[in-house]
């Protein structure tokens, strides 16, 4: 499956973002999607994911609150909804797709799929 993230871009402190990943190549439904993120000088982290069927989500405590995420498994697509964005959400945001354990939805190890990652910059 081949995944494209979009909607990256230069925002100020409390403002809105809308990422989205699209898939091609092969249906994103039978994937749980992460959403991970890499600033400069840091690991890659975990930021959201949500599990095929799209009942169940998970934030990383930094974003919880001010992300949700959502998917339309008909149109091949994960959003991203970022609210109140603050400047350590600066980072490049990928979003990846995998079948790994659901303990392990979190880790990068989950997923073997990524796209090619979204620059947010978020200024004070």
Do not use: H
Not at 101 to 113: D, F, K, V
């Amino acid at each position: 499956v081949q995944l494209q993230a979009s909607g990256g871009g230069l925002v100020q402190a409390g403002g809105s973002l809308r990422l989205s990943c699209a898939a091609s190549g092969r249906a994103l439904s039978t994937y749980n999607t992460g959403w991970f993120r890499q600033a400069p000088g840091k690991e890659r982290e975990f930021v959201s994911a949500i599990r095929w069927s799209g009942g169940y989500t998970y934030f990383a405590d930094a974003v919880k609150g001010r992300f949700t995420v959502s998917r339309n498994n008909a149109e091949n697509t994960v959003w991203l909804q970022m609210n109140s964005l603050k400047p350590e959400d600066t980072a490049v945001y990928y979003c990846a797709a995998g079948r790994g354990t659901l303990g392990l939805i979190r880790s990068t190890s989950s997923y073997g799929y990524w796209g090619q990652g979204t620059q947010v910059t978020v200024s004070s």
